[in-house]
């Protein structure tokens, strides 16, 4: 998804933009480009591709030291050089980067044109930098400021003037901008990873506010004009952590990283003396929790998924009734907001744009929404009633892997707490904890031997359609290991409940569609047994990701992933796992872009 970022102060602002757009790769994009403002003079450089084919058309001389950089992930317009970001107006004095949907820019570009402007992209980020020009007498904040009113949509903006060489003013509505504090030096970001290298003291902006920056200031403003006092917040990641720390690719390093990572999600927040959790950041009294009547999950893509086993867990374990939603689907059905039901909003970058659309439709009719996210302050954790960081660490391969498992852990403790406080004894809450204790090390026995996944993928990449299928708690794993497949290795995948494939999918078996099966040695172990043969009888090929020692699955099927033996709660993670790591192999036999897989965006800002 798009990306900004700004620079101000002594250094050459086209490595400071060039190396921030670097970092900004993972979000996805098709286009990039700069502007630097050098002594009154702006240059601008923009074109389609990777920020390493930019750099290497970006000449030496390209001097300046405020600048503008965008990574562009089309909305409006074809992926084309001209439609790339920074835009300008006709007389080129106004430069700046978008990131967001102007709704309204079409009614806007009419009238400019009626006035005599003329545009060179599709674009409707140009039709601001027009705006500005027309309404600009002097005073570049004040020409932001009354454009920004004539806007409707989202935006996250930096603009600068050629006739102001140190300052660039920056605006945000529903799209992240975050102000870098350095040493005589400012920055501006959609997102801090662009620069962190330079700087840890940041200021996020809230929608609707304005920040002007120089080299040796900054200064944040409401849309009337007001002053404000931010607080200045320290960036808690090291840029070490979103290395690649040996591995070839992210998606590699975060599929290992789990058993840390996982931990993490539940580390002080487990009360074996109680064999219950704590979490803190939910703002909630015993007293209220023990009043919720119902618990709805909002989400999209795998974390929507990993809301699927967080419902199935607190409904069947905690004994309340429990439901996830799509967050595309909540906002516009003019949803039913009751008072005892409490909502939790699911998301990696907490940037989610259906995610938080949904959320703040869910607020505004009164609900309690408390967010379950990774990206420390970012939109969601800052615009909830409360929450619970995963803390997974950067996630930065577009597909989610680490987090889904984090998430999922989060909603364990939540169960616990729910289900201490209701019926649960101590010993069923005791043998929870100890289960999900136990998780990190059944994933390193895993970890032990890949080369039998790796194997099978290699084997099986040649086939174009598959079926996933699980029940039970493990029936949205079964439906995260298709999205997986799908968008790494560009395989067709459906996820099905193993159940459900005798009303329809199973007209698709014969022996060019393999079905995965997950196989837990769970109460729906047998059921699952029965519906393997009913594809084996159609000539069907299958996979089964089984546990250790189950001979009658080993005979049945084509090919077995084995995993260990544990606590049958415990298999969403044993069986997630050998699937992302299927995934992973199959995209690598296929030569995919595997951290950056065509046409995804690791955050999708945009409806
Ligand atoms: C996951 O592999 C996907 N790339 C995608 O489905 C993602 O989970 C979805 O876009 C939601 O993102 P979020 O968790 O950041 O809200």
Redesign the pocket.
């Known amino acids: 998804m798009c990306g900004i970022v700004g620079y101000c102060g002594p250094k050459k602002a086209a490595d400071v933009l060039l190396e921030g757009l670097k970092r900004l790769e993972y979000r996805g994009y098709d286009s990039a480009g700069i502007c630097v403002n050098n002594m009154g003079n702006l240059r601008t450089i923009k074109r389609t591709g990777k920020i390493k084919d930019l750099r290497n058309i970006v000449p030496v001389t390209f001097e300046g030291h405020t600048g503008i950089g965008h990574t562009r992930w089309a909305t409006h317009g074809e992926v084309t050089d001209e439609n790339a970001h920074p835009h300008s107006d006709d007389s080129e004095k106004i430069v700046l980067v978008h990131n967001g949907i102007i709704e309204n820019y079409q009614t806007i570009k009419n009238k400019l044109i009626v006035e005599g402007h003329t545009f060179k992209s599709d674009t409707d980020s140009e039709v601001i930098a027009h705006l500005i020009a027309s309404l600009y007498t002097g005073n570049l904040e004040s020409a932001v400021k009354e454009t920004v009113f004539l806007l409707k949509g989202t935006y996250g903006l930096a603009v600068m003037h050629k006739d102001i060489p140190d300052k660039i003013v920056g605006v945000r509505n529903g799209s992240p901008l975050v102000v870098g504090i350095g040493d005589s030096e400012m920055f501006l970001a959609s997102d801090v990873t662009a620069i962190m290298a330079h700087t840890k003291q940041v200021i996020y902006l809230e929608d609707k506010e304005l920040v002007v920056i120089t080299p040796d200031s900054y200064k944040t403003f409401d849309f009337n004009e007001q002053e404000l006092q931010k607080k200045v917040e320290n960036i808690g990641w090291d840029l070490d952590q979103i290395e690649k720390d040996g591995y070839d690719y992210f998606m590699e390093k975060e599929i290992y990283e789990q058993p840390e990572s996982i931990l993490r999600a539940f580390v002080g927040r487990i009360d074996r003396e109680g064999a219950t959790g704590h979490l803190g950041g939910l703002n909630m009294t015993p007293a209220e929790l023990i009043n919720i009547k119902r618990i709805q999950i909002v989400?999209?893509?795998?974390?929507y998924y990993a809301g699927m086993v967080g419902a199935y867990l607190i409904e069947s374990i905690a004994r309340i009734p429990a439901s996830t939603e799509l967050a595309s689907e909540v906002r516009y059905k003019n949803p039913v907001v009751q008072p005892d039901t409490l909502y939790f909003v699911?998301?990696?970058?907490?940037?989610?744009a259906d995610?938080l659309y949904a959320m703040k439709e869910l607020q505004r009719k009164g609900a309690r929404v408390l967010g379950v996210c990774n990206v420390v302050g970012s939109t969601i954790p800052r615009k909830s009633d409360g929450g619970v960081y995963i803390h997974s660490g950067p996630e930065i391969a577009?597909?989610?892997t680490k987090?889904f498992t984090s998430q999922i852990t989060v909603f364990y403790v939540l169960t616990l707490i729910l289900a201490r406080m209701r019926h649960l004894s101590f010993e069923e809450g005791i043998r929870i904890v100890s289960a999900l204790e136990s998780v990190p090390d059944k994933l390193r026995e895993i970890f032990k031997d890949t080369n039998s996944i790796h194997d099978i993928a290699k084997r099986y990449s040649k086939y174009e359609n598959f079926l996933f299928l699980g029940r039970g708690l493990n029936y949205s794993v079964a439906l995260e290991g298709a999205?997986?497949l799908k968008?790494i290795s560009y395989i067709h995948a459906e996820g099905y409940s193993s159940a459900e494939i005798k009303h329809g999918p199973i007209a698709l078996i014969n022996e060019n569609t393999p079905s995965l099966f997950l196989v837990p040695d769970d109460n729906l172990r047998d059921k699952v047994i029965n519906n393997i043969k009913e594809v084996k009888a159609r000539k069907g090929k299958v996979i089964a990701i089984a546990v250790k020692g189950d001979d009658e699955v080993a005979k049945i099927v084509d090919d077995v992933i084995w995993i260990p033996s544990a606590d049958p709660l415990t298999y969403p993670y044993l069986m997630v796992v050998p699937l992302q790591l299927f995934a992973f192999y199959s995209a690598i036999e296929l030569k995919r872009d595997v951290d950056q897989p065509r046409n995804?965006a690791?955050?999708?800002t945009v409806e």
């Open positions: 989400a999209a893509g795998t974390s699911v998301s990696q970058s907490g940037e989610t995610t577009v597909a989610s987090a999205l997986k968008e995804l690791k955050s999708v």
